[in-house]
């Protein structure tokens, strides 16, 4: 009986340990709200520096490397009115270790803030991230 319990005990603390074990951590405002951001506005955000800059911080994770794994993740990051921003997600999986690396590059980048009518408005926008190794022979 005590045998049973003190698995029971273990289990209950194993299963509160690992419950945000995979969940990332982001700075995400307590205000947030997907609603506040426009879908379409007059000139839509643009990456500083263009999409490259997005492309120099994606980080090919080194298990998806050594198990051949490729794919194209879509992200939908949320910008505010100053081009950062304030959330991303994604909307189109690959595989869950790329779009991990996506997010995290996705997050790092900062953006002309959209517009709208001549003012900075906040606005989502989908960003494809291809994860594509190279063959040698």
Do not use: H
Request: contains cysteine; charged residues 30%; aromatic residues 8%.
């Amino acid at each position: 009986m005590k045998v049973m319990i003190f698995l029971t005990a273990v289990f209950l603390f194993i299963s509160g340990c690992n419950k945000d074990e995979n969940k990332e951590v982001t700075n995400i405002p307590d205000s947030f709200s997907k609603a506040d951001y426009k879908i379409e506005v007059d000139e839509m955000p643009e990456p500083v520096g263009g999409i490259i800059a997005i492309q120099e911080k994606v980080i090919y994770p080194e298990y998806a490397k050594e198990k051949g794994i490729e794919g194209k993740v879509f992200v939908i990051a949320f910008v505010n009115e100053s081009g950062d921003v304030v959330n991303a997600e994604v909307i189109r999986s690959a595989n869950p270790v790329l779009d991990s690396a996506a997010l995290k590059a996705v997050r790092q980048v900062k953006f002309e803030p959209g517009q709208n009518e001549g003012k900075k408005v906040k606005v989502q926008v989908t960003i494809p991230i291809m994860f594509k190794l190279s063959r040698t022979k």
